[in-house]
C-alpha cells in the first residue's frame, strides 16, 4: 500500500446508504464511480448523471461521473472500494469485487459487523491473505425517498472502526479517516461488531410490538410509542448478555445506552439513567420513525440472522449463557414462520467452526498472514 | 353427605361471586377476606350486590379475617384466590385441617390443588386430604366495586379433578350439585394441562406489550391483538403442551378444540388450525378489551401458574418447550420478575424427584 491520498472512490450499493454516501462524498470533492447488480435501480440514475440530495449540508444534485453495473469499470483506479449494503449481501458485493480487487486499493465495508464473513469469502476467492476494514454503523441516517433521490437526516460524527487483521488497523485508519473524519480507531473486526446497535434493540422492541405491528400495519412510531418501559426493560438484558460476551473475548465495547449518546442519538439526561428506554424515548432523531408495515422487514431478516445469531455464536465460543438472545432468536422465527438461524451468520459460515477463543483471537489480529 | 355450608376463602372477583350466588340458592356461606378493609364495605352494605344470574343484595352469614372460624362448621372450603395466596392459607389452615375437610380450589389453573397440598404438607400437615379443583373459575364474572359483582355466567363444561385420585368420584359428587355444569375428567394433569388461558393469553400480552403501556391497552385484545404472527406463536406453545401431555399420557386437545367446545368460535374456524383467525372472529370475544398494562393476572397467572408449570412437566417428561420456556424467560425479563424461579416448579407442586413413570401413581394417591 502506497498511502496515497483517496481520490477515487468505487461505491457498491445503490440503496439509500449508497445513493447518500456517493451525494454527500461528490460534495466533499472525490470522484465516485457507484456499482450495483440492480441495473433497474441503477437506469433513472444514468439518465440524469447521478443523484438528488437533501442533507444537513445542504440540497442539490450530486453529478456522479460513473455509475455502472460492471464492477471492473467501477473500481478501475480506485483508491478506496466502499460497500454500502445490508448485511445479507456482502457475501454477493465482496464476490462481485475481489476478482478485480487489487493490492493499493483498500477495501472498506461501512456497515460492516460481519466478522469474519468478508475476509473467509475473499479466501475463497483465491486472495489468501484478505485486509479490509469496516464500520459498525453507516455513516448516514438516510433513505433514498425516490428513484432519483435520497435524504439524509444525519452525517455520522462517530463511527467505530476496525481492521482486518486487526494489526492493519492504524494503516487503514489513516486511509479511511481523510474520507470520513468521524471514524474512530478500535482493536479489530471483533469491535465493530458489538456496537451494532440495531442488532442489539431491534429484534426484542419488533417481537413485543409484533401485534401492533400486524393489526396497524405499523400505525406508530416504532422508538417512541413502540419502546415503553417493559420493552426497554428487555432491551437492557439483551445488552447486558452482549457486553457480557464481549467482556469475555476481551472486546472494548461500551453500553448500548453510552454508545447510542456518543452517537449524538439521545441527551445526557437520557444517557445518566443508563435504560434504553429513557434512551429511546428522549431520542429527537428518532422520536418520528416510523414502525415497519409488516414483520418480513430487515428488523427481523437481517437483525436476528446477522446480529443476535453473531452474539449468541460469539457467546458459545467465550462459554457466556446468552438466554435472553437465543429466546428472542427462536421466538422471532416462530412469529415470522421462518427458521432464522438456517441462513445466519454462524462461525461455521464464517470458516470458524471448531476453532477455540484463542485461535480466533489470533486470526483477529494476525490474519492468514 | 351433601353440602349446605360453604366456607369461600378469598373475597375478590370468584370469592364474592361465589358468596352471592350460593348465598341465594340458600347455602349458608362464610366469607373470609384477608384484610378487614375489603370486609366493611360488605358489611355495611348488608352483604353483596350482584347482577347477571343473580340479581340483588345477598346477606352473607359470616365475614370474617379469621380462616379458623371462616372453616368451622363448613361442609366445603373452597379456595377462590390467586396461586400466589395458596400458601398463606395453607400455613392459615395446617393446625385446624383434619380428613373431614374437603377442599375446593377454584380455579386450580395447572398445578393449583398439588400445590395447595404441597403447602400445606410443608406447613406440618400430615393426614389425608381431598382436594377437587376446575381448571378456571366456575363463573364468568368481575367485580364492580367493593361490595358488586357482575356474575355474567357459569364457566360451561368446565373441566373438574380431584386430587389425590382416590377420592376424585367422590369430591365429584361433592361439588357437582354446586356447579352442575362441572365435568369429570381423569386427574389434576388433565385439567391442568389444559389451562388454554396460558396458552394464549401470554404470547398475546408479550407480543403486544408496548402497544398495552402506550395506549394503556386500548385495543381489542382478540380482535386485533391476536394477529398472524401472534397466532403462529400461540400454536407453537399449544403443541409444546400436547406433546407434554401426551408423553405424560394425559389426555388432550388442542387449543382450538377447546376454543370450540367452549363455544367461543365456529367449526369453520376449528377446522381452519388458524388460531389468529379463530380469535378475531370469536363472537364472544370480540368487545373485549387489552388489559391496561402487563401487571395483570394475563402474565402473573398465565406465565407463573401456566406456562411455569408446564415447563416443568416437559422437564419431568423429558420434552422440550422452548417456545414456553422464551415466553417464560422473556416476560420476566420485560417485567423485572423471575416467573422461572417463582412460579409453579416441580417443587412447589410436591413433584421434585418424581419420575414420569411415577406420576401417575402419585397422583392418583397423593404420594
Known amino acids: ?369 | 353427605m351433601s353440602v349446605r355450608t360453604v366456607a369461600v376463602l378469598g373475597a375478590g372477583h370468584g370469592g364474592c361471586a361465589a358468596a352471592a350466588d350460593l348465598g341465594a340458592r340458600g347455602y349458608s356461606v362464610r366469607l373470609h377476606g384477608r384484610r378487614e378493609e375489603s370486609l366493611v364495605p360488605l358489611r355495611e352494605q348488608g352483604g353483596i350486590r350482584a347482577k347477571g344470574i343473580q340479581d340483588g343484595l345477598f346477606p352473607i352469614d359470616l365475614l370474617t379475617t379469621d380462616v379458623a372460624e371462616a372453616v368451622e362448621g363448613a361442609d366445603l372450603v373452597m379456595l377462590a384466590v390467586p396461586s400466589v395466596a395458596h400458601r398463606y392459607y395453607a400455613e392459615a389452615l395446617a393446625p385446624i385441617m383434619h380428613p373431614g375437610i374437603p377442599i375446593f380450589v377454584n380455579p386450580g389453573h395447572t398445578g393449583g390443588g398439588l400445590h395447595f397440598v404441597h403447602e400445606l404438607r410443608q406447613a406440618g400437615y400430615t393426614d389425608e386430604i381431598r382436594t377437587g379443583e376446575t381448571v378456571t373459575l366456575t363463573y364468568i364474572c368481575r367485580k364492580t366495586g367493593p361490595a358488586e359483582v357482575d356474575i355474567f355466567s357459569y364457566t360451561k363444561r368446565l373441566k373438574f379433578s380431584g386430587f389425590p385420585g382416590k377420592y376424585a368420584d367422590e369430591m365429584f359428587a361433592l361439588i357437582e350439585p354446586l356447579y352442575p355444569e362441572i365435568v369429570q375428567v381423569s386427574s389434576v394433569l388433565e385439567t391442568g394441562l389444559t389451562n388454554i388461558n396460558a396458552v394464549f393469553h401470554v404470547p398475546g400480552m408479550v407480543m403486544n406489550a408496548g402497544w398495552i403501556e402506550d395506549t394503556g391497552g386500548d385495543f381489542l385484545f382478540y380482535r386485533e391483538g391476536i394477529t398472524p404472527a401472534v397466532g403462529r406463536v400461540t400454536k407453537a406453545v399449544d403443541d409444546e403442551r400436547l406433546a407434554v401431555a401426551k408423553a405424560l399420557g394425559v389426555p388432550s386437545a388442542s387449543f382450538l378444540e377447546n376454543f370450540h367446545q367452549a363455544g367461543l368460535t365456529t367449526k369453520e374456524a376449528m377446522d381452519s388450525g388458524d388460531i389468529s383467525r379463530a380469535c378475531v372472529e370469536s363472537e364472544p370475544n370480540k368487545a373485549i378489551k387489552s388489559p391496561p398494562s402487563l401487571d395483570h393476572r394475563y402474565m402473573h397467572e398465565d406465565v407463573g401458574y401456566g406456562l411455569v408449570p408446564f415447563a416443568a412437566f416437559g422437564d419431568l417428561a423429558g420434552v422440550d418447550t422452548p417456545t414456553i420456556d422464551g415466553l417464560v424467560h422473556v416476560s420476566s425479563s420485560m417485567m423485572g420478575l423471575d416467573f422461572a424461579r417463582d412460579g409453579l416448579t416441580l417443587e412447589r407442586m410436591g413433584l421434585e424427584g418424581i419420575a414420569a413413570k411415577d406420576l401417575a401413581r402419585f397422583v392418583e394417591q397423593g404420594a
Request: glycine share 10%; proline share 7%; with cysteine.
Open chain 1, 1 to 369: 500500500m502506497t498511502g496515497q491520498k483517496v481520490k477515487k472512490i468505487a461505491i457498491f450499493g445503490a440503496g439509500g446508504g449508497g445513493t447518500s454516501a456517493a451525494a454527500h462524498l461528490t460534495t466533499l470533492g472525490f470522484e465516485i464511480r457507484l456499482y450495483s447488480q440492480d441495473e433497474s435501480a441503477l437506469a433513472p440514475l444514468q439518465e440524469i448523471g447521478g443523484i438528488n440530495y437533501d442533507a444537513p449540508f445542504g440540497k442539490g444534485f450530486a453529478p456522479v461521473p460513473v455509475i455502472t453495473s460492471d464492477a471492473a469499470e467501477a473500481m478501475d483506479g480506485a483508491e478506496l472500494v466502499m460497500v454500502v449494503s445490508p448485511a445479507h449481501l456482502h457475501e454477493k458485493w465482496i464476490r462481485a469485487a475481489a476478482a478485480h480487487l487489487t493490492e493499493d486499493q483498500t477495501l472498506f465495508v461501512s456497515p460492516g459487523h460481519t466478522l469474519m464473513l468478508i475476509p473467509h469469502v475473499l479466501r475463497d476467492c483465491g486472495i489468501e491473505n484478505p485486509v479490509y476494514c469496516e464500520t459498525a454503523t453507516l455513516p448516514y441516517l438516510c433513505r433514498r425517498t425516490g428513484p432519483v433521490d435520497c435524504r439524509i437526516s444525519r452525517v455520522s460524527d462517530f463511527m467505530v472502526f476496525g481492521g482486518f487483521p486487526g494489526r492493519e488497523t492504524n494503516r487503514l485508519h489513516e486511509i479511511v479517516s481523510t474520507v470520513y473524519p468521524a471514524v474512530t480507531a478500535f482493536s479489530n473486526v471483533l469491535e465493530t461488531v458489538f456496537p451494532y446497535g440495531n442488532a442489539i434493540h431491534h429484534p426484542p422492541a419488533f417481537f413485543a410490538n409484533a401485534g401492533r405491528v400486524e393489526a396497524t400495519g405499523g400505525d406508530f412510531r416504532h422508538y417512541y410509542d413502540g419502546i415503553t418501559p417493559s420493552v426497554g426493560r428487555l432491551i437492557d438484558t439483551v445488552d447486558a448478555e452482549r457486553l457480557k460476551v464481549a467482556d469475555a473475548l476481551s472486546a472494548k465495547t461500551m453500553p448500548f445506552v453510552e454508545l447510542f449518546w456518543t452517537m449524538g442519538y439521545t441527551t445526557d439526561a437520557a444517557r445518566d439513567t443508563g435504560i434504553a428506554y429513557e434512551a429511546f424515548h428522549q431520542s429527537e432523531p428518532d422520536k418520528w420513525i416510523p414502525a415497519p408495515p409488516q414483520l418480513e422487514h430487515r428488523y427481523f431478516l437481517e437483525d436476528v440472522p446477522f446480529g443476535h445469531v453473531i452474539y449468541s455464536e460469539l457467546g458459545r465460543l467465550a462459554g457466556v449463557p446468552t438466554p435472553t438472545i437465543d429466546h428472542i432468536i427462536h421466538l422471532a422465527s416462530v412469529a415470522l414462520g421462518k427458521d432464522l438461524r438456517a441462513d445466519a451468520l454462524t462461525l461455521d459460515r464464517m470458516g470458524l467452526g471448531g476453532v477455540s477463543k484463542e485461535e480466533f483471537l489470533n486470526l483477529l489480529e494476525y490474519g492468514f498472514g
